[in-house]
């Protein structure tokens, strides 16, 4: 087990609580206790010894504050080598006593960032001596105890009692590999923000950061296991009802805001199933804006997630109830709504409704590689549209197109989306090829929805390699259709949608998404 005994403790928390269940068990086992600061105070307040940093090293705190533990009595004391004899000797000669346990936690610097203090106190708030102690207990696990959180106190205190004011080398082992993921969080954190201040955006080198939320039962499969990070304190989603949420439900989730994303607020309802919308309407009745998205394609919509961009009342929940969803996320729920849905105990209902969409970054993993980009935020607007062909498009046609293409954004490529009434009718998405796309797309449309397909309007993520596809579309009854151009045979598309008397617009970006 190699035991090791504590005679010695330096403790610096910022965090102070549950001191007061740690104290006990330090004086039981005669342990000498070493501080500064508040925690100091804090602890000679709870009627315990303890001895100031200043006057065990001799040297008065600097700066105000900033120079207090950096000192060599404190890291020789810390970093030195117990069966080392050489390093025996050193610290005999220079009067310098072990110190076997680090108790540390830092500067609350993620907390005044997520209060937008002021970058003063920003800086002040960014830990040195904390960090610094920490690194030197977790290197030196062999010997010294570390903890860097009040949550493992009972651990402690468990070790204590259990090998008789020792720790083992198995938990020192567990508390270092503890305090190296704190540090590197720690400084992740001030990284990222320094990289944010100066529009960094792609560095040389670059961290990621995350606190664990929650194990989930398993990821995309049974025989996965997965658990979610939270990149801030708070996700801003809060579960009012049902199970768990599972790899699978976040992802869906996300998909499903997304969706919403450049929806104005209290109009939109989207349905998604496996990442993809598989049904989207724009309407300001909220009952007719579910039933229209529920029409799109209500064989996928099964089973699938609902988002919707306002507070959901109770006739919109009532027709929500007679379908099978696994989630409903929506900016609120009133009174009824939450009675009606919630005797569906397993329905997981969300309200996101202080949800932000701030993050401009997105990253996706490649084994030991990961790739960043921009999230695609540009904004879709009609007066930057191209019209391509001599038949001119409505003021309505264009508003339809731009919902067309605010859907199709959001789908999975090559994507294709019709739709009519700012309701989409058929969806086309994933597929290797874009003729594909526009016959599954076209293929919903006549199964769910034939009567809308006249006079409809068609979006694709991406150019017309070929005609074939448009020639689908307009076989279909599509009169118009927006894409970003840009192929080589733009010239026979635009002929092929003049020759059929139809409008066609360019929207000039390619909105691919995989």
Not at 240 to 256: E, H, R, V
Request: charged share 25%.
């Amino acid at each position: 087990m190699n035991l090791k005994k504590i005679k010695k403790a330096i403790i610096s928390v910022s965090d102070k609580n549950n001191l007061k269940i740690l104290l006990p068990i330090l004086k039981k086992n005669k342990i000498q206790i070493i501080s500064s600061g508040g925690t100091y105070y804090n602890i000679k307040k709870l009627g315990y010894k303890c001895t100031e940093i200043s006057e065990y090293t001799n040297h008065v705190e600097m700066l105000d504050g900033r120079v207090k533990t950096l000192h060599p009595k404190i890291y020789a004391g810390i970093l030195n080598i117990r069966n080392n004899t050489k390093h025996k000797n050193e610290l005999k000669k220079l009067k310098i006593s072990n110190i076997d346990l680090v108790i540390v936690n830092f500067y609350p610097f993620e907390k005044k960032l997520i209060h937008n203090n002021k970058l003063s106190d920003l800086i002040e708030n960014i830990d040195i001596g904390g960090p610094t102690m920490v690194r030197a207990a977790a290197k030196n696990y062999n010997d010294v105890t570390v903890l860097t959180e009040p949550e493992d106190y009972n651990k402690l205190i468990y070790e204590l009692k259990k090998n008789k004011g020792s720790t083992s080398l198995k938990f020192r082992q567990l508390m270092s590999a503890k305090a190296f993921s704190q540090t590197s969080y720690y400084e992740s954190v001030i990284s990222n923000f320094f990289n944010d201040v100066n529009n960094i955006n792609f560095p040389n080198k670059k961290t990621l950061h995350g606190k664990i939320k929650d194990n989930l039962r398993y990821g995309e499969n049974p025989h996965q296991k997965a658990a979610i990070y939270q990149t801030e304190e708070s996700m801003n989603l809060e579960q009012l009802n049902g199970k768990k949420l599972s790899f699978n439900n976040y992802n869906d989730i996300n998909s499903a805001l997304l969706s919403l994303k450049n929806f104005q607020k209290n109009n939109g309802i989207a349905i998604v199933k496996h990442a993809n919308p598989c049904g989207v309407s724009s309407l300001k009745d909220q009952n007719k804006s579910f039933k229209n998205a529920m029409r799109s394609d209500p064989i996928s919509a099964f089973g699938g997630v609902v988002a919707i961009n306002s507070e959901i009342k109770s006739k919109v929940a009532k027709e929500i109830s007679k379908t099978f969803f696994e989630i409903i996320i929506s900016r609120g729920f009133s009174k009824n709504s939450l009675n009606i849905l919630k005797k569906k105990k397993n329905l997981r209902l969300i309200n996101y409704k202080k949800f932000n969409f701030d993050k401009k970054i997105n990253y996706t993993f490649l084994e030991n590689s990961f790739l960043k980009q921009e999230n695609d935020e540009t904004e879709l607007k009609i007066n930057k549209f191209k019209c391509v062909t001599k038949k001119k498009p409505s003021l309505i046609q264009l508003k339809n197109l731009k919902f067309a293409m605010e859907v199709c954004r959001n789908v999975k490529s090559n994507a294709i989306v019709i739709a009519n009434n700012f309701s989409t009718i058929g969806i086309g998405a994933g597929q290797p090829n874009r003729l594909d796309s526009c016959k599954i797309a076209i293929e919903k449309a006549l199964k769910f929805s034939p009567e809308y397909l006249p006079y409809s309007v068609a979006a694709s993520d991406a150019f017309f390699p070929f005609t074939d596809g448009v020639e689908e579309l307009i076989k279909s009854g599509v009169q118009a259709i927006i894409q970003p151009g840009g192929s080589v045979r733009d010239k026979e598309v635009i002929k092929l949608a003049n020759d059929k008397n139809i409008t066609m617009v360019f929207s000039k970006t390619r909105h691919f998404k995989h």
